[in-house]
C-alpha cells in the first residue's frame, strides 16, 4: 500500500525531478545499467507523461488494476498431500476450466508449483474491483474453488467469512503492472468478437 | 520434465471419464472434509470438464500455451541495490511500462517484489512461441529490457538475445496448468477488432 502512496506523490513530483532521482538511484548500477539510462532517457519521458496519464490504480482491497483489468498474486504454503493432489488433478483436467467461464471477469490464470512442491503461486487478470471478483467465484464455482483450495494450508473454505481474509493475507500485490488493452474487459472481448464476425458475414453478402 | 509431462498427459488422455473420475475420488480420499464435500458437489462440472478435449499446450521451449496465449513465469534474483533502482523505475512508469507496446504481443505482465525484496516474480501473457517472443523484445526495445533486467543476477545483456533467452529458461518455472478465456484472441487480432467495433459504431451513428 505504501508504494502506492509513493506513487502518487511521484506523480505531483517533476517528471524531470523524478528522472534525476532515477539517475542517482542508477549511478551505482553496473555499466550496462547505466548506458541502457542514458540510451532510454528520452523514451522514458515520454512514457512517463503517458503514464500520468494512464497510471496504475488500487484494485481495491489489495491489488493493482490498470483500466478495467486487475491482477492477483497468491502464494500459498500447501498442506501435506496437497501438492501432489493439485497436480495429478490439474493434470487430469488438462487444462479444461470451464468454471472460469463460468466467473465472466476471468481474463487469465496460472497455476505454478514452487519451491520444491512445498509452495503454489497463482496469479491471475481478471475485471473490476478485488471484493465482486471474490464474491463472483463464490456464487459462480465454490466447489470448484474449494477442490483447488483445500491444497493449500489454512485455506477456511470458499463459504467461510474468512475466506477474503485468507486471501488478502496471502496476496502479493503487484507494483507494476501492464495490460495492452486496459479497456478491454472479458464482456467487451466477447462482443468485439460477435461485431467482427457479423462484419465478416456481412461483407460476405455484399461482395 | 516437459517429455515426462506429455507422456503423462497422452497416458491420461486414454482414460475413459468414468476412470478419471475413479482417479479423482481415489485422489481426495485423503483430502479435508472440505475438499471431499467439494468434490462430490461439483461432479456435474467435473465430469464435463474431464470429458472435453484437453486444451494444454507448450510455448515451445518452456512455459504453457492454450490457443494461441503463452505463459512465461520467473523468479529473478536481484544483484545489490537492484530492488530499489527498479522500484524507483516502476514507480516513476506509475506502475505502467508502455514500452511494451512496441513489441505487440504482450497481453500483460506484472512486477511483484518478492521474499523480502531479494527476487522478482515476473508473469507475463503473451502470443506464440517462448524464443521468438524473447527475440521480438531483443529486436523492438532492447534498451527498456536492459534498464529493468539489469537488476538481477547474472543477467547477460539483451544485445546477446540467445544468452539473454538461455538466462531467462534458466529461471523460468512452468505452469502446472494455465486457462485463458480468449484463447485464439492475440493481441494483433484485439487491435483489428478494437478498430472494426469503432468503425461498426461510426457507422451505425452514420446510418441513425
Same mark, same amino acid.
Given at each position: 500500500?505504501?508504494?502506492?502512496?509513493?506513487?502518487?506523490?511521484?506523480?505531483?513530483?517533476?517528471?524531470?525531478? /523524478?528522472?534525476?532521482?532515477? #539517475?542517482? +538511484?542508477?549511478? %551505482?548500477?553496473?555499466?550496462?545499467?547505466?548506458? *541502457?539510462?542514458e540510451r532510454a532517457l528520452p523514451a522514458l519521458?515520454?512514457?512517463?507523461?503517458?503514464?500520468?496519464?494512464?497510471?496504475?490504480?488500487?484494485?481495491?482491497?489489495?491489488?493493482?488494476?490498470?483500466?478495467?483489468?486487475?491482477?492477483?498474486?497468491?502464494?500459498?504454503?500447501?498442506?501435506?498431500?496437497?501438492?501432489?493432489?493439485?497436480?495429478?488433478?490439474?493434470?487430469?483436467?488438462?487444462?479444461?476450466?470451464?468454471?472460469?467461464?463460468?466467473?465472466? /471477469?476471468?481474463?487469465?490464470? #496460472?497455476? +505454478?508449483?514452487? %519451491?520444491?512442491?512445498?509452495?503454489?503461486?497463482? *496469479?491471475?487478470?481478471?475485471?473490476g474491483a478485488w471484493d465482486p471478483y471474490i464474491?463472483?467465484?463464490?456464487?459462480?464455482?465454490?466447489?470448484?474453488?474449494?477442490?483447488?483450495?483445500?491444497?493449500?494450508?489454512?485455506?477456511?473454505?470458499?463459504?467461510?467469512?474468512?475466506?477474503?481474509?485468507?486471501?488478502?493475507?496471502?496476496?502479493?500485490?503487484?507494483?507494476?503492472?501492464?495490460?495492452?488493452?486496459?479497456?478491454?474487459?472479458?464482456?467487451?472481448?466477447?462482443?468485439?468478437?460477435?461485431?467482427?464476425?457479423? +462484419?465478416?458475414?456481412?461483407?460476405?453478402?455484399?461482395? | 520434465?516437459?517429455?515426462?509431462?506429455?507422456?503423462?498427459?497422452?497416458?491420461?488422455?486414454?482414460?475413459?471419464?468414468?476412470?478419471?473420475?475413479?482417479?479423482?475420488?481415489?485422489?481426495?480420499?485423503?483430502?479435508?472434509?472440505?475438499?471431499?464435500?467439494?468434490?462430490?458437489?461439483?461432479?456435474?462440472?467435473?465430469?464435463?470438464?474431464?470429458?472435453?478435449?484437453?486444451?494444454?499446450?507448450?510455448?515451445?521451449?518452456?512455459?504453457?500455451?492454450?490457443?494461441?496465449?503463452?505463459?512465461?513465469?520467473?523468479?529473478?534474483?536481484?544483484?545489490?541495490?537492484?530492488?530499489?533502482?527498479?522500484?524507483?523505475?516502476?514507480?516513476?512508469?506509475?506502475?505502467?511500462?508502455?514500452?511494451?507496446?512496441?513489441?505487440?504481443?504482450?497481453?500483460?505482465?506484472?512486477?511483484?517484489?518478492?521474499?523480502?525484496?531479494?527476487?522478482?516474480?515476473?508473469?507475463?501473457?503473451?502470443?506464440?512461441?517462448?524464443?521468438?517472443?524473447?527475440?521480438?523484445?531483443?529486436?523492438?526495445?532492447?534498451?527498456?529490457?536492459?534498464?529493468?533486467?539489469?537488476?538481477?543476477?547474472?543477467?547477460?545483456?539483451?544485445?546477446?538475445?540467445?544468452?539473454?533467452?538461455?538466462?531467462?529458461?534458466?529461471?523460468?518455472?512452468?505452469?502446472?496448468?494455465?486457462?485463458?478465456?480468449?484463447?485464439?484472441?492475440?493481441?494483433?487480432?484485439?487491435?483489428r477488432l478494437e478498430g472494426v467495433g469503432t468503425?461498426?459504431?461510426?457507422?451505425?451513428?452514420?446510418?441513425?
Amino acid at each position: 500500500m505504501t508504494t502506492l502512496e509513493q506513487t502518487r506523490t511521484g506523480q505531483d513530483q517533476t517528471i524531470e525531478h /523524478t528522472i534525476q532521482q532515477l #539517475r542517482e +538511484v542508477y549511478a %551505482d548500477a553496473p555499466e550496462m545499467a547505466k548506458v *541502457a539510462l542514458e540510451r532510454a532517457l528520452p523514451a522514458l519521458k515520454s512514457q512517463a507523461l503517458e503514464a500520468q496519464a494512464s497510471q496504475t490504480e488500487s484494485a481495491g482491497r489489495i491489488g493493482i488494476r490498470l483500466g478495467s483489468v486487475s491482477e492477483l498474486t497468491v502464494i500459498a504454503r500447501f498442506a501435506p498431500g496437497g501438492a501432489q493432489r493439485l497436480r495429478a488433478m490439474l493434470r487430469l483436467l488438462n487444462g479444461n476450466f470451464s468454471g472460469g467461464k463460468k466467473v465472466g /471477469t476471468l481474463h487469465d490464470m #496460472r497455476f +505454478v508449483f514452487l %519451491d520444491n512442491d512445498t509452495k503454489f503461486l497463482f *496469479a491471475t487478470a481478471y475485471d473490476g474491483a478485488w471484493d465482486p471478483y471474490i464474491d463472483d467465484f463464490a456464487t459462480k464455482i465454490p466447489d470448484e474453488m474449494d477442490i483447488i483450495f483445500t491444497a493449500f494450508e489454512g485455506w477456511p473454505g470458499i463459504h467461510s467469512p474468512d475466506v477474503k481474509d485468507w486471501i488478502a493475507k496471502h496476496q502479493i500485490p503487484a507494483e507494476g503492472w501492464y495490460v495492452a488493452h486496459p479497456d478491454l474487459t472479458v464482456a467487451e472481448s466477447g462482443r468485439l468478437k460477435r461485431v467482427g464476425k457479423a +462484419v465478416e458475414e456481412f461483407l460476405d453478402q455484399v461482395s | 520434465m516437459a517429455t515426462q509431462t506429455a507422456t503423462a498427459d497422452t497416458a491420461q488422455q486414454s482414460l475413459t471419464v468414468e476412470q478419471k473420475l475413479q482417479k479423482m475420488r481415489e485422489l481426495y480420499a485423503d483430502a479435508p472434509e472440505l475438499g471431499k464435500a467439494a468434490l462430490k458437489n461439483g461432479l456435474a462440472m467435473l465430469t464435463q470438464e474431464l470429458a472435453a478435449e484437453g486444451h494444454a499446450q507448450t510455448a515451445g521451449r518452456i512455459g504453457a500455451r492454450q490457443g494461441k496465449v503463452s505463459e512465461l513465469t520467473v523468479f529473478l534474483p536481484f544483484v545489490k541495490g537492484g530492488a530499489k533502482r527498479l522500484r524507483g523505475l516502476l514507480q516513476l512508469l506509475a506502475g505502467n511500462f508502455r514500452a511494451a507496446d512496441a513489441v505487440g504481443t504482450v497481453h500483460d505482465m506484472r512486477f511483484v517484489f518478492v521474499d523480502n525484496d531479494t527476487k522478482l516474480l515476473f508473469a507475463t501473457a503473451y502470443d506464440g512461441d517462448f524464443d521468438p517472443y524473447i527475440e521480438d523484445f531483443a529486436a523492438k526495445i532492447p534498451n527498456a529490457m536492459d534498464l529493468w533486467l539489469c537488476n538481477f543476477e547474472g543477467y547477460p545483456g539483451m544485445r546477446n538475445p540467445s544468452a539473454a533467452a538461455d538466462w531467462i529458461a534458466k529461471h523460468q518455472i512452468a505452469a502446472e496448468a494455465w486457462y485463458v478465456n480468449s484463447p485464439n484472441l492475440t493481441a494483433t487480432e484485439t487491435r483489428r477488432l478494437e478498430g472494426v467495433g469503432t468503425a461498426v459504431d461510426q457507422l451505425l451513428d452514420k446510418i441513425a
